[in-house]
């Protein structure tokens, strides 16, 4: 079993002095294969310390060292893709080619984005006749969860050091083999000490790390209902805060869209990772009059989403995250059958074949909208389809949830596809199954937060802008 008792602090590990252990168990059999030890508040002063000494010099580097130090970082990580991508499978139960994603792809080419938005940021102008400058905001306080722990941490740091900005770390405890990957990662590519630093902790290793005096801006990923705690903490000592948060995401397929492809792109957003993604788009809203259609088609595809153990190549689904998840889903699943909601594949309770493990069949469920299983994130591979009656009424089924996140609109005609994707209220929307594109910015409308991440948008998420008159 591995131990983690470390945090990695001004380019060296120091013995985490907190109290509390945790163990982290594999979802796949419930088995405790690691030992965590969180940080303590000093832990925290420590690290911002750190990153505060670290800004003072870093603030005043230039492009090409910023650049310098990112290429370096991303070759450390992608030397070890193969090690993040176990980890992952062991702690989170992600099937090794969600993986390859998650802890390789997507990481790489955030690294790749980030390095080509250096140049795309306006970092000095005139503007009739003052001088303008984007400025780094400081030290910044990044806190990211299980569900894409590298991508996540990569996310924000690659933004950090690109601003010139200093950062102290609170990634998810239940993941510590990939964040132990990273610290080795960031102390081989012998980086500034304290640009980058990582503590283990939870909620109020959290809160310490919110408001603390030295900490410029926050930068969270989770759920919505933590992202409202961490704003209100942060505008205590007025912390500008960047919410990534949850989302409850709408796939609109108009009556002439192409319904095969459709409902595989769609399920394959829906089931990734067990559907444990922020932007999974669980709402299937299809033309009344093709529900039967698209049940038989639905039907026919998810027979190609099999569950298994997670290190299989063959595997599409591996477990749920942990118990509470499995609890969670499971109960949700329950209750919308109990309020009327149709079953056509899957069900609550574990997955049949499993005798250990967060099994959950990937689960179809014919609801209206102003169900609750159609109006919260639940974080499981369980799919609400959704009837609609014009471009209209699927637009406003769309938007009727607090969420905001990401959406994706379906038709042969892209015209008729931008005027229902320019009406919905989410902060991306892909049309007919577009890759995310990460330097374009991603993040979301009300209850998913606000700010933006990614390419030149996450850059200058951790900038303050400078006027400067009299210069001219």
């Known amino acids: 079993m591995n131990r983690f008792t470390q945090f990695f602090s001004g380019g060296q590990w120091h013995a985490s002095s907190g109290a509390e252990l945790v163990g982290v168990f594999n979802p796949a059999t419930e088995e405790q294969v690691a030992m965590v030890r969180l940080c303590s508040t000093q832990d925290v002063d420590a690290a911002v310390l750190a990153a505060a000494q670290a800004f003072a010099l870093w603030s005043g580097s230039n492009l090409v060292q910023r650049k310098d ?10 030397v070890r893709q193969q090690s993040f991508i176990a980890s992952f499978a062991l702690e989170a139960g992600c099937p090794a080619w969600c993986g390859r994603e998650l802890q390789g792809r997507l990481p790489h080419q955030m690294f790749e984005s980030t390095l080509r938005a250096i140049d ?41 050091i690109a601003a010139g900005c200093s950062i102290v770390l609170k990634p998810s405890q239940a993941t510590p083999g990939t964040v132990r990957l990273f610290c080795d990662a960031i102390e081989e590519c012998d980086l500034i000490p304290g640009l980058v630093n990582v503590l283990h902790g939870g909620p109020a290793l959290g809160e310490a790390l919110v408001s603390h005096a030295g900490v410029a801006m926050v930068s969270f990923t989770g759920s919505a209902a933590v992202g409202r705690q961490v704003a209100a903490l942060a505008a205590q000592t007025g912390k500008r805060t960047n919410l990534q948060l949850g989302g409850k995401s709408a796939a609109l397929l108009l009556d002439d869209a192409d319904i095969d492809a459709a409902l595989a792109s769609v399920l394959r957003s829906c089931m990734t990772h067990s559907g444990q993604d922020c932007a999974a788009q669980s709402r299937l809203v299809v033309p009344r009059s093709q529900l039967a259609r698209v049940t038989d088609a639905l039907h ?18 591996g477990p749920l995250f942990s118990m509470d998840q499995f609890t969670r889903v499971n109960t949700a699943i329950a209750e919308a059958i109990d309020a009327g909601a149709g079953l056509l594949a899957g069900g609550p309770g574990r997955a049949p074949g499993f005798e250990a493990g967060h099994f959950v069949a990937p ?7 102003d169900m609750a299983v159609a109006q919260q994130e639940l974080f499981g591979p369980v799919l609400c389809l959704l009837a609609h009656d014009s471009d209209h009424d699927a637009v406003r089924i769309a938007n009727a949830t607090p969420y905001g996140l990401s959406g994706a609109v379906w038709s042969r005609d892209p015209a008729r596809a931008q005027k229902v994707a320019l009406r919905m209220r989410a902060g991306e929307v892909l049309v007919n199954g577009a890759a995310r594109n990460l330097a374009a910015p991603f993040g979301g409308f009300g209850a998913s937060g606000h700010g933006r991440e990614h390419g030149r948008f996450g850059i200058v998420a951790f900038l303050d802008t400078k006027s400067i008159e009299g210069l001219a």
């Not at 190609?304 to 595997?315: A, E, F, I, R, V």
């Open 120 to 160: 795309q940021v306006r970092w000095r102008e005139d503007v009739e006749g003052s001088q303008v400058r984007r400025e780094p905001v400081g030290v910044v306080a990044g806190i990211t969860t299980w569900s894409a722990p590298l991508l996540q941490m990569v996310a924000k740091v690659a933004a950090a």
């Open 300 to 317: 026919e595809q998810l027979t190609d989403w099999k569950l298994g153990p997670p290190q299989n190549d063959t595997t599409r689904i």
């Open 363 to 369: 689960t179809v469920l014919t609801a209206t909208p």
């Open 69 to 78: 130090a990112l290429g370096r970082l991303s070759k450390a990580v992608e």
